[in-house]
């Protein structure tokens, strides 16, 4: 038995060519060792996807395309650590094997426990072949602190992104910070530790009289909104980012929410930001001020916004409530466990109405009373376009008329199911 086993991609793409990730270096032909990735040919797919065992793909048709996929996908592979570094290795090396690779735009990782080690082993594919990709996913991989800073260090390279998202990953604080550095220092010389970092909130928590020398050296190597601090660069290095989902990753603390805030003034033209599950708090001041950045801009503006949980509170909400009333193209709005209560409501129920294309909204677990309901109702019924409300852990139904202003659109409601 060799020690390597097949292992097929999940068959998620969307061209009619499939890659399958042959780990067989015992089985496959010398002059393709240690090269583990091969694209095969639409005419020979359908023989290698009937292969059972590893003699089959040996003795299967090796005809390859002159060209490489431009997306491969390898979620929930269990690659771990081990077969991250062979996957780098072979990302890496795959040109020199005589075979022509188009650039890879897609890599998708996620669910694979690569850990901080698998970051670190993809370190030179991201600054190297990789550096043109244009969507990263590497969500639920236990990627923590050393990771995090490993990924921030590729992140000046990798500015042709559209997607990045490290869902559901224990970043921590001070890492969090030390990557999201890596938005704004585009072109400095070296990227802030997590022990930098773990300075950096200390001295964000020091009186303002009090001079740490923290923020001098972050102000020398980083520049927010103008991403490298040398004269003349231009702004916005990160224009064609889309989509960043840091959702439930351990952020916390206002050190970070101005790390998020300073990173989002480089995307001019991100659509869609997941921030639920990190406490931010705070009011989130800083961040409401980038997002309203984000609205006023030329271009097409958010369409998906989730701070769920992020500690806006009623003072946050006044902050929210001036940007979210300029994203008109908004589809999809998730404001649950902020604990808004009905002062912070009323203090958004002006923007809400404004939103005339919104088709999911998210104010669960915000302690509204049954002095809401009426304004509820009004306000759901006059957005023609929307699909689902999510009000449970609420306390809409106290009072004397309890949920029947609401009856009118409890079609659209969702009252006890966390979905």
């Keep these: 038995m060799p020690a390597y086993t097949t292992m097929p991609i999940r068959p998620t793409l969307p061209t009619k060519q499939r890659l399958l990730l042959l780990r067989?270096?015992?089985?496959?032909?010398?002059?393709?060792?240690?090269?583990?990735?091969?694209?095969?040919?639409?005419?020979?797919?359908?023989?290698?996807?009937?292969?059972?065992?590893?003699?089959?793909?040996?003795?299967?048709?090796?005809?390859?395309?002159?060209?490489?996929?431009?997306?491969?996908?390898?979620?929930?592979?269990?690659?771990?650590?081990?077969?991250?570094?062979?996957?780098?290795?072979?990302?890496?090396?795959?040109?020199?094997?005589g075979v022509q690779c188009s650039p890879l735009r897609s890599l998708l990782l996620g669910r694979n426990s690569i850990g901080c080690g698998g970051v670190v082993a993809l370190k030179a594919a991201l600054k190297g072949p990789l550096s043109s990709l244009q969507r990263l996913a590497l969500d639920e991989n236990d990627i923590a602190a050393t990771?995090?800073?490993?990924?921030?260090?590729?992140?000046?390279?990798?500015?042709?992104?559209?997607?990045?998202?490290?869902?559901?990953?224990?970043?921590?604080?001070?890492?969090?910070?030390?990557?999201?550095?890596?938005?704004?220092?585009?072109?400095?010389?070296?990227?802030?530790?997590?022990?930098?970092?773990?300075?950096?909130?200390?001295?964000?928590?020091?009186?303002?009289?009090?001079?740490?020398?923290v923020q001098g050296r972050v102000a020398v190597a980083c520049e927010p909104g103008g991403g490298d601090a040398r004269p003349g660069a231009a702004p916005g290095r990160f224009r064609e980012m889309r989509v960043l989902d840091l959702s439930q990753c351990n952020l916390q603390g206002a050190a970070t929410e101005k790390a998020i805030a300073d990173a989002l003034r480089e995307q001019p033209r991100l659509q869609e930001l997941a921030l639920q599950g990190n406490?931010?708090?705070?009011?989130?001041?800083?961040?409401?001020?980038?997002?309203?950045?984000?609205?006023?801009?030329?271009?097409?503006?958010?369409?998906?916004?989730?701070?769920?949980?992020?500690?806006?509170?009623?003072?946050?909400?006044?902050?929210?409530?001036?940007?979210?009333?300029?994203?008109?193209?908004?589809?999809?709005?998730?404001?649950?466990?902020?604990?808004?209560?009905?002062?912070?409501?009323?203090?958004?129920?002006?923007?809400?109405?404004?939103?005339?294309?919104?088709?999911?909204?998210?104010?669960?677990?915000?302690?509204?009373?049954?002095?809401?309901?009426?304004?509820?109702?009004?306000?759901?019924?006059?957005?023609?376009?929307?699909q689902d409300v999510r009000l449970y852990g609420n306390n809409l139904h106290l009072g004397a008329t309890g949920i029947r202003p609401l009856e009118a659109c409890r079609h659209i409601i969702t009252w006890d199911t966390d979905i």
């Design 147 to 213: 990771g995090a800073t490993a990924l921030g260090e590729c992140l000046p390279e990798l500015t042709s992104l559209h997607e990045l998202s490290l869902r559901r990953n224990p970043l921590g604080t001070p890492a969090g910070i030390a990557l999201l550095r890596g938005f704004v220092c585009a072109a400095a010389p070296q990227m802030l530790s997590p022990a930098s970092a773990s300075d950096a909130l200390a001295a964000d928590a020091a009186p303002a009289h009090q001079d740490t020398g």
């Design 24 to 97: 067989l270096k015992g089985l496959l032909p010398a002059a393709l060792r240690p090269c583990a990735l091969l694209e095969i040919s639409t005419q020979t797919h359908e023989r290698y996807a009937t292969c059972t065992n590893e003699t089959e793909y040996a003795r299967a048709p090796t005809k390859l395309n002159t060209q490489f996929n431009q997306e491969l996908d390898v979620t929930g592979n269990c690659l771990r650590v081990t077969g991250t570094s062979e996957l780098a290795a072979a990302l890496v090396s795959r040109s020199s094997f």
């Design 279 to 386: 406490h931010l708090g705070g009011g989130c001041v800083n961040l409401c001020a980038s997002l309203r950045q984000l609205a006023s801009s030329s271009c097409a503006g958010l369409v998906k916004l989730k701070l769920g949980g992020v500690g806006l509170g009623s003072h946050g909400a006044e902050a929210l409530a001036d940007p979210l009333s300029r994203m008109k193209h908004l589809l999809h709005l998730g404001l649950g466990r902020n604990g808004l209560g009905d002062a912070g409501l009323l203090k958004l129920m002006d923007a809400f109405f404004g939103l005339g294309v919104l088709r999911t909204l998210g104010l669960q677990h915000n302690d509204l009373g049954p002095g809401c309901s009426a304004r509820l109702a009004e306000l759901f019924l006059s957005l023609r376009m929307l």
